[in-house]
């Protein structure tokens, strides 16, 4: 009955280490890189940008979804890359750019660190 009882705490330990796990690092790769360095918040995510290529440290699950790029691509601009473990289909990605911001240039969108 105890080995029962160790083994049922057991997993019960480790499913909910598998959920607290379960957010990752998400990727972007603009289009048009940008000079210098920004940090924002989009996709209920903290993101740094270097040049055209922007990172999250550790994100919601759903930061690295199509809603997700649309949010980072609404700051930002396009993306010819965007995803969390698997990266997003050439057609997820031209709907996120659907929701790019205007034509600005991208050093208007970059505040430099």
Known sequence: MKTQFA??????SLGMAGAAFADG???????????GQAKFIAAHSTW???GGV?????????AGTLDGCKDF????GRVSAYGEFKPLDSNALAKCNTAAIGNASATTRVAAH
């Open 73 to 76: 691509a609404k700051k930002m």
């Open 48 to 50: 740094t940008c270097a």
């Open 54 to 62: 922007c990172s999250t440290g550790v994100a919601p699950d759903d």
């Open 25 to 35: 690092r998400v990727t972007a790769t603009l289009e048009q890189p940008a000079s």
């Open 7 to 12: 083994t049922a705490c057991a997993v019960l």
